[in-house]
């Protein structure tokens, strides 16, 4: 093994990274974070947009329910030439379980317009000047992103869809990553995202540190298993020829996107704050793993729709692409590093210090980095398949 050590702060990584990083570790000293309340809401809508839609009308204003990384608020918006619709609004908080930016994911879902299915972008507050904290305004989508009998557990985490959806939903589900991943970035280049082509190693390399960074802002203690990670993936970045970058979703799962129960079609896929552009093999260790996926009669689905060597095998296919066994490797173990780091640091860290209007829910994740840590474990122990 190499004697590689962790860099400085001063990594390299996307620009737009490195200033998520300043801001979460300046607001770590800032005072207790209060969840904001419906009339409080009610109210900073109704003079948001009496200045960006005069004569409209805001009523309905109701929280939604789970988000460990937004607080979001349903509304309806009734115009002056007679149009009534349902509107989303996501703010962050002081601090979240995903640091992320609004702005960035506000830019993806135009472009996505019409290439993908996804929620219309309507309105930003891009550094919260109006709202709080900074805040997005889309159209809301119908659909569920569970089946109405799956009970209480979290959206996403071995969600069982059962044969008949699965069925409809899988090659849906594949056929729009595939999309999303032929997304031509240097024709249509996407405001704000760079491009990691500064050498062969850079699109992992970027990851790598923006991760490795967040650990050492968030951490509570020193955790071998991290320790040995966090080298392990340093010594062993792979090459993305250029060929490989693509824009990536960056959290793409059953659980972030919205299907209609009766016809399961799927009619939007959310959650793109995590996406950049980087190697395609990045979004196929998330997807396979195990979290979100489902183990009946011994039998892996990856998120309840594809056992893993098909969904490779039918990713090569449409896509046309090759799947680098060694590389699709190295990012299953990044992406149990990556939930590792999201529950015991980030959230931990957000709760702690009462940033966050979901403490509970974050303090309650943090027990999953028994999950994370055995997986970290499996698959250092196992190295990359022949």
């Not at 947009?49 to 918006?77: C, D, H, M, N, Y």
């Amino acid at each position: 093994m190499s004697t590689t050590t962790l860099a400085a702060p001063a990594m390299d990584m996307e620009a737009i990274n490195r200033r998520i990083l300043d801001r979460r570790a300046a607001n770590r000293s800032l005072p207790p974070y209060r969840a904001a309340l419906i009339p409080e809401v009610t109210d900073l809508l109704a003079s948001y947009f009496a200045k960006v839609s005069p004569g409209a009308i805001v009523s309905g204003v109701r929280r939604v329910g789970g988000g460990a990384s937004k607080e979001q608020f349903f509304f309806t918006l009734d115009t002056s030439d007679g149009t009534s619709q349902q509107y989303l609004l996501r703010m962050d908080p002081r601090s979240a379980i995903t640091e992320t930016d609004r702005e960035r994911e506000f830019i993806l879902l135009q472009a996505m317009a019409g290439f993908v299915p996804v929620p219309e972008a309507a309105w930003i507050d891009a550094t919260g000047s109006h709202f709080p904290q900074p805040a997005a305004i889309m159209k809301v989508v119908s659909g569920v992103t569970k089946p109405s009998g799956s009970g209480v557990k979290v959206s996403g985490l071995g969600t069982w869809l059962g044969p008949d959806l699965r069925s409809k939903l899988r090659d849906q589900f594949l056929d729009h990553l595939v999309a999303i991943h032929s997304y031509d970035f240097r024709a249509n280049p996407l405001a704000g995202f760079e491009v990691p082509d500064g050498d062969i190693k850079q699109a992992a390399r970027w990851v790598v540190n923006y991760w490795h960074e967040l650990w050492r802002i968030d951490h509570g203690e020193t955790r071998p298993i991290i320790a040995l990670a966090q080298q392990w993936l340093l010594d062993n970045m792979p090459d993305c020829p250029p060929e490989n970058l693509v824009l990536t979703h960056g959290d793409y799962r059953t659980g972030n996107y919205l299907f209609d129960e009766a016809s399961g079609q799927i009619t939007a896929l959310l959650d793109w704050e995590l996406a950049r552009i980087g190697d395609f093999h990045e979004d196929l260790g998330w997807v396979l793993m195990q979290i979100f996926g489902t183990n009946e009669n011994g039998t892996f689905r990856a998120s309840d729709l594809f056992e893993r060597e098909e969904f490779i095998a039918e990713y090569e296919r449409r896509s046309g692409r090759t799947v680098n066994r060694t590389t699709l490797h190295f990012y299953d173990v990044l992406s149990s590093y990556k939930c590792y780091v999201i529950c015991a640091a980030n959230g931990l860290a957000a709760a702690r210090s009462q940033h966050n209007h979901q403490d509970v829910l974050l303090t309650f994740l943090g027990c999953a980095t028994a999950i994370f840590a055995g997986d970290l474990v499996r698959l250092l122990s196992q190295g990359a398949p022949a």
